[in-house]
């Protein structure tokens, strides 16, 4: 359904056409569409609208009664619309692609705000293949799946910034996608303070979530605190047998590694600024790299063994588990925080076929 209209007289459509601001970049002598949106003008081809939307398709086919000749503007027909003038910019910068050297969407490096606009025209308009393929970009990043989740950081694919998780929530309302929400309600919880503020978008004004989606990001932001702290015990607790196989000597050690390690989590030195705090809603983000910032080097001796005097440094205090011992954290971490990941649908009340398969 058009959300709009075409203009029905011609003084309707000269009035309407030269009271807005012709755009500096879509506005072509050679075009026979016009449309205007919330006062900005675009004149284009048709066909490519019609080429790739089923409603300007259905708008122009020929057995669709349109204006007479008498209801144009410059021979162009006119259309009134209300989307946001920054989508259709979007849109056409990818339907001309020759204009500005853009490459189709499939092929090219995306941003969020042409993913946006192609969803919101998509969904309105039936901008079916380039539709299916924004929101594949988005599945792809607020995926279902922990493994690729996990490996998402080393990965070239694309990657909104954090911040940008409000729109994905947004747009999975719109077009009813919940496969995004629990991985995007995820990220929002983790922004902290900057949730409220919402995102400042390109054009100045600012996009946020209902206050009903507000109320569920503080509601998982809770959980995950809880998770966190949770996953951080358990990751750290000495287990009942250690699996380091080098004798007695040897599991002393690591043994103490382990304690410093959950201590070192729950109440680091000032200095120290550890990649995952227990004060923190990150409860998917692995603990194994906080084993890297246990300080070594101490001005006194460190009141437990074992210790070396190491000449020019202090006393040295023994601070990586054996390899054993390191892979059984490992494995405890990803098996923890992958419980996690399988609880956030139901942290939102959703139930999600396929969640983790």
């Given at each position: 359904?058009?959300h709009?209209?075409?203009k029905?007289?011609?003084?309707?459509a000269?009035?309407?056409?030269?009271?807005a601001t012709r755009?500096?970049?879509?506005?072509?002598g050679?075009?026979?569409?016009i449309?205007v949106?919330q006062g900005v003008?675009?004149r284009?081809?048709?066909?490519?609208l019609v080429a790739?939307?089923?409603?300007?398709?259905?708008m122009?086919?020929?057995?669709t009664p349109?204006p007479?000749?008498?209801?144009?503007?410059?021979g162009?027909?006119?259309?009134?619309l209300?989307d946001?003038?920054k989508?259709?910019r979007?849109?056409f910068g990818?339907?001309y692609p020759?204009r500005?050297?853009?490459k189709?969407l499939?092929?090219r490096?995306a941003?969020?705000?042409l993913?946006?606009?192609?969803?919101r025209l998509g969904?309105?308009?039936?901008?079916?293949?380039?539709?299916?393929?924004a929101?594949?970009?988005?599945?792809?990043?607020?995926?279902?799946?922990?493994?690729?989740w996990t490996?998402?950081?080393?990965?070239?694919?694309w990657?909104?910034?954090p911040?940008?998780?409000?729109?994905?929530i947004?747009?999975a309302?719109l077009?009813?996608?919940?496969?995004?929400?629990p991985?995007?309600?995820?990220?929002?919880a983790?922004?902290?303070?900057?949730?409220?503020?919402?995102?400042?978008?390109?054009?100045g004004?600012?996009e946020?979530?209902?206050?009903?989606?507000?109320?569920?990001?503080?509601?998982m932001?809770?959980?995950l605190?809880?998770?966190n702290?949770?996953?951080?015990?358990?990751?750290?607790?000495?287990?009942?047998?250690?699996?380091c196989?080098?004798?007695?000597y040897?599991?002393a050690?690591?043994r103490?590694?382990?304690?410093r390690?959950?201590?070192?989590?729950?109440?680091?030195?000032?200095?120290?600024q550890?990649?995952?705090?227990v004060?923190?809603?990150?409860?998917?983000?692995?603990?194994?790299a906080?084993?890297g910032?246990?300080?070594?080097f101490f001005?006194?001796?460190?009141?437990?063994?074992?210790?070396i005097y190491?000449g020019?440094q202090?006393?040295?205090h023994?601070?990586n588990?054996?390899?054993?011992?390191?892979?059984?954290l490992?494995?405890?971490?990803?098996?923890?925080?992958r419980?996690?990941?399988r609880?956030?649908?139901?942290?939102l009340?959703?139930?999600?076929e396929?969640?983790?398969?």
């Open positions: 359904m058009l709009g209209s075409w029905r007289t011609a003084q309707d000269t009035d309407k056409v030269e009271t755009d500096a970049d879509y506005w072509y050679t075009g026979n569409l449309i949106s003008a675009f284009v081809q048709k066909y490519l790739h939307s089923v409603v300007f398709r259905d122009f086919a020929p057995s349109g007479s000749t008498e209801d144009l503007f410059d162009c027909l006119v259309a009134t209300d946001s003038p989508d259709w979007e849109l990818l339907l020759q500005i050297g853009q189709p499939s092929d490096k941003n969020m705000a993913i946006s606009a192609i969803i969904h309105k308009y039936g901008l079916e293949d380039l539709y299916d393929q929101i594949g970009y988005l599945t792809a990043c607020y995926t279902t799946s922990f493994d690729a490996g998402r950081r080393d990965s070239s694919q990657q909104p910034d911040i940008h998780a409000i729109r994905a947004n747009l309302r077009t009813n996608t919940t496969s995004i929400l991985a995007a309600f995820y990220i929002c983790t922004l902290g303070p900057d949730i409220a503020r919402g995102l400042p978008l390109e054009d004004s600012t946020q979530l209902a206050p009903d989606d507000m109320h569920l990001v503080l509601g932001q809770a959980r605190l809880a998770e702290a949770r996953i951080a015990f358990l990751v750290f607790r000495v287990p009942s047998v250690l699996p196989p080098w004798g007695p040897s599991r050690q690591c103490e590694v382990w304690r390690l959950l201590g070192h989590a729950g109440l680091p030195e000032p200095e120290v550890l990649p995952h705090p004060a923190s809603a990150c409860a998917l983000d692995s603990w194994v906080n084993m910032c246990l300080p070594r001005p006194t001796p460190p009141p437990v063994e074992p210790r190491v020019g202090g006393w040295y023994m601070s588990l054996c390899e054993p011992c390191r892979h059984h490992e494995t405890r971490d990803w098996e923890l925080r419980e996690v990941w609880k956030l649908p139901g942290f009340g959703l139930t999600i396929g969640w983790d398969a």
